[in-house]
């Protein structure tokens, strides 16, 4: 059933809890509905359309001037399985964490480095989430997606979504064309397990030996001693992208900052903590000028809403880190939230 809402307010559609409009808000369960709203020519060639799951990765600075669609269809099933694998279906609107919960719980591996992330299923291809050398697309098997102008529903395989750093083709070639419905893992009966990035393998010994719920744990722990809870501190989490530079730029970085925190990435390149660059900017804790504003004091990494802040605060906030970033790097760092 589709509920449809005029003028809605969306604050309690994004983490960073931001006060901000859309014209309409529609609430849907089922892919069939998409089709009815064309149907009902609620969705028209001219609609401006905009899918929001958990907003987990989302800052409104302007009102939206059209329809949000707001996936509420939550279910996890299990669709076929082998000895090695299991393939599983989760709805666009199940709780991310919910499901990497589910997963440990049934002793499946794959998804627990990226315990208590935010946000909704839906949003895992789509920005190719990723946290502690884990990234969703290591386990998407497929992505079931509406298409917004004539409800038909297609499978993109995983070698079609063609997945990215925190990017997908649903950012780019299908943008705003297509709705994730539900997406397929596959999981592994026989995990092995990524313990190497940060503090993942010291705070694992202190829980025992490495297991899905030990791995799960020590995530959960490192990010709630680190990250801000959005239910309490409106955030997006890590509201940058790490920056990747060729290795002759990196020796130059080195030279000057021989503590640089660096991971290998592809092709000869090197990727560096953003968090720590902009930590030896002096911005960990930084206040913005009406205190409504800040860079987490404990994850350089996170922008927060300190109360009241307005989109246009964050949005200001950001580029006064990105400013100091480049200037005492000669880098620059691209917001990975997405920017309304």
């Known amino acids: 059933m589709v509920q449809i809402i005029e003028n809605a307010q969306l604050k309690e559609y994004n983490t960073f809890g931001i006060s901000a409009c859309a014209s309409k808000l529609c609430i849907y369960t089922d892919a069939a509905d998409i089709a009815q709203l064309i149907a009902d020519k609620i969705i028209t060639d001219q609609t401006k359309i905009l899918v929001l799951g958990g907003g987990a990765n989302m800052l409104f600075v302007n009102n939206f001037d059209g329809l949000v669609i707001h996936p509420q269809n939550s279910f996890i099933k299990i669709i076929d399985q082998d ?22 719980e049934q002793k499946l591996g794959g998804i627990e480095n990226l315990s208590l992330i935010p946000g909704t299923v839906g949003a895992s291809p789509v920005q190719n989430i990723g946290a502690y050398g884990v990234e969703a697309k290591d386990s998407i098997y497929s992505v079931n997606v509406v298409n917004l102008r004539n409800g038909l529903q297609r499978t993109l395989t995983n070698n079609e979504c063609k997945f990215g750093y925190r990017n997908s083709i649903f950012k780019n070639e299908l943008k705003d064309q297509y709705l994730v419905h539900s997406v397929v893992y596959k999981l592994s009966r026989q995990p092995q397990f990524t313990t190497h990035y940060g503090s993942i393998q010291a705070e694992i010994e202190k829980l025992g030996t490495p297991t899905l719920k030990t791995v799960r744990q020590a995530i959960i722990n490192i990010r709630s001693a ?3 809870d959005p239910k309490v501190t409106g955030n997006a989490g890590s509201f940058f992208k790490n920056p990747t530079i060729s290795a002759s730029e990196f020796e130059v970085v080195r030279s000057h900052f021989p503590d640089v925190v660096s991971y290998d990435a592809p092709n000869g390149m090197v990727k560096l903590a953003a968090g720590w660059l902009i930590d030896k ?6 206040v913005n000028s009406n205190g409504t504003a800040g860079v987490h004091s404990k994850q350089a990494l996170v922008l927060v809403n300190l109360g009241g802040a307005t989109g246009s605060d964050i949005l200001n906030l950001s580029n006064f880190v990105r400013i100091s970033v480049f200037s005492k790097f000669g880098i620059n760092i691209e917001p990975e939230v997405i920017i309304l």
Do not use: R, S
């Open 83 to 104: 000895a090695d694998y299991c393939y599983v279906e989760a709805g666009a609107g199940t709780n991310w964490d919910e499901f990497v919960e589910w997963a440990v």
């Open 226 to 228: 680190k990250l801000p």
């Open 281 to 286: 900017c002096g911005l960990k804790g930084y």
